[in-house]
């Protein structure tokens, strides 16, 4: 793997992971991402949400799962409350109804903080995946496979590479940002 696959991939890689992680964090309008990878116990095991039921949007702001085993549902119930989203689930016979309060002017601001603090660490990744690129391009340059001038392109090229990944991540930041905001 060349310097510039190996950054390009894990690019990528942490990218998508950011919009993933984003995704869960909740906005004024209600979305299925917020319930799907939360952990229930189901027959002693745990697993995702999604895999229990099928969540679906009910406008203006209320979120409902179709639980396809009536016995899955106390442990639902039990995962929602003690998750970090702060509502209760209402069992409304095989489904249950998860009602999104207004979000407060205190609460946003929380969201805000908690999103920029998310997308730090996930340029801290970018910055790690720099450096393990930069380390390729010496290592290539000691070993005599890169010239001088070839070098300094391939630092500037991987350079690029992260001012392109960082500008993905300020997008989805603040895209993120406005959603919550709304």
């Known amino acids: 793997m060349t310097y510039l696959e190996l950054i390009t991939q894990k690019g990528k890689g942490i990218v998508e992971d950011l919009k993933k992680v984003l995704g869960g964090v909740r906005t004024g309008r209600p979305s299925p991402v917020l319930l799907e990878d939360i952990k229930v ?12 039921g099928s969540i679906g949007v009910q406008p203006p702001r209320e979120l409902f799962i179709q639980v396809w085993d009536k016995a899955a549902l106390p442990g639902i ?23 999104l309060p207004e979000l407060s002017e205190e609460r946003r601001d ?32 000691e070993s005599g496979e890169l010239s001088e001038d070839r070098k300094f392109r ?19 930041v603040s895209k993120k940002i406005q959603e919550i905001s709304e």
């Open 41 to 52: 116990s189901y027959y002693e095991q745990m697993v995702p949400l999604k895999q229990v």
């Open 77 to 99: 119930v039990k995962a929602i409350e003690s998750s970090s989203l702060n509502v209760s689930a209402n069992v409304d016979g095989n489904n249950v109804r998860i009602f």
């Open 110 to 141: 929380e969201l805000v903080k908690h999103v920029k603090k998310v997308a730090e660490e996930h340029k801290i990744e970018v910055r790690h995946v720099r450096d393990e690129a930069m380390k390729m391009v010496e290592g290539l340059f």
């Open 154 to 172: 391939a630092k500037e090229e991987v350079q690029k590479e992260v001012e392109k990944l960082n500008g993905m991540i300020e997008e989805a």
